[in-house]
């Protein structure tokens, strides 16, 4: 079979496509979750960043006919890893609690979590670990980065598009805190119908990361006025 190139010529951007879709059931946030892993060829890094597809109907809230909830356009969240909290239940940050909170909240209704590896807002995870050292009397999770000689938050939601075009998805809901992504997502072509605000998972542990997020970051989140700044 010859193969031609394509119209657009040879130093277009490839646009990503799915790779393989793999059928799973999760147990995780008290719950049996069925769901689909979804990998993709030709991202715009080199990340091995997954989709968790969640059908719909999967805990107490309803499912309309696309499967989707609120009028057809999928509730989705852009969940960047974080191996202390997501696996080891760390108490230093929200993000265990933030990515239970959206399977749950996604499976009711339809949509997807794209699991992003961003590990560190995208420094990686030893950086991050020298960061958390690093933390602590006057340097804050932003700081700390700072000292370490890299960003306050390096991440870059280019493939996260990629993924939902490919995915078909060009209206989304997004579950979020943080502006950031919306307007990186819109930046890159997708339209951000909605922001539906995560929970503030709010401990005694984690009242310092989240305060920093809150008071020196962009994050939209209010905390109780006795939090720390
Ligand atoms: N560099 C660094 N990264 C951290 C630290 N604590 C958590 N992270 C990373 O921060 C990322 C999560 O980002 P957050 O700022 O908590 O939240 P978000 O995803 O931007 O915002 P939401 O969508 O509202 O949850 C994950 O990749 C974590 O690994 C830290 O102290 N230093
Ligand atoms: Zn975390």
Same mark, same amino acid.
């Given at each position: 079979?010859?193969?031609?190139?394509?119209?657009?010529?040879?130093?277009?951007?490839?646009?990503?496509?799915?790779?393989?879709?793999?059928?799973?059931? /999760? &147990?995780? =946030?008290? %719950? @049996?979750?069925? *769901? !689909?892993?979804?990998?993709?060829?030709? $991202?715009?890094?080199? #990340?091995?960043?997954?989709?968790?597809?969640?059908?719909?109907?999967?805990?107490?809230?309803?499912?309309?006919?696309?499967?989707?909830?609120?009028?057809?356009?999928?509730?989705?969240?852009?969940?960047?890893?974080?191996?202390?909290?997501?696996?080891?239940?760390?108490?230093?940050?929200?993000?265990?609690?933030? /990515? &239970?909170? =959206?399977? %749950? @909240?996604?499976? *009711? !209704?339809?949509?997807?979590?794209?699991? $992003?590896?961003?590990? #560190?807002?995208?420094?990686?995870?030893?950086?991050?670990?020298?960061?958390?050292?690093?933390?602590?009397?006057?340097?804050?999770?932003?700081?700390?980065?700072?000292?370490?000689?890299?960003?306050?938050?390096?991440?870059?939601?280019?493939?996260?598009?990629?993924?939902?075009?490919?995915?078909?998805?060009?209206?989304?809901?997004?579950?979020?805190?943080?502006?950031?992504?919306?307007?990186?997502?819109?930046?890159?072509?997708?339209?951000?119908?909605?922001?539906?605000?995560?929970?503030?998972?709010?401990?005694?542990?984690?009242?310092?990361?989240?305060?920093?997020?809150?008071?020196?970051?962009?994050?939209?989140?209010?905390?109780?006025?006795?939090?720390?700044?």
């Amino acid at each position: 079979m010859s193969v031609r190139p394509s119209a657009a010529g040879p130093t277009a951007p490839r646009e990503a496509a799915v790779r393989a879709r793999v059928p799973l059931t /999760l &147990d995780r =946030a008290e %719950r @049996r979750l069925p *769901a !689909e892993l979804v990998t993709f060829r030709g $991202l715009p890094d080199a #990340g091995e960043h997954v989709a968790c597809l969640l059908p719909g109907g999967g805990g107490s809230g309803g499912r309309d006919e696309n499967g989707t909830g609120s009028g057809g356009v999928p509730l989705v969240r852009l969940h960047s890893e974080c191996l202390t909290g997501d696996v080891f239940g760390s108490t230093r940050c929200d993000c265990g609690p933030q /990515l &239970d909170e =959206a399977l %749950r @909240r996604i499976s *009711a !209704e339809g949509g997807a979590v794209l699991y $992003l590896r961003q590990e #560190g807002r995208g420094i990686g995870l030893y950086n991050k670990l020298d960061a958390y050292l690093l933390q602590g009397a006057g340097t804050d999770t932003f700081e700390a980065n700072r000292l370490l000689g890299r960003g306050t938050d390096e991440r870059d939601y280019a493939a996260a598009a990629a993924m939902l075009r490919a995915l078909g998805l060009r209206r989304v809901r997004l579950l979020t805190n943080n502006p950031d992504k919306v307007r990186q997502l819109s930046d890159h072509g997708i339209h951000v119908e909605d922001t539906v605000p995560t929970r503030v998972h709010l401990t005694r542990e984690n009242a310092a990361y989240l305060a920093a997020k809150a008071h020196l970051g962009r994050h939209t989140l209010t905390l109780p006025a006795e939090t720390a700044r």
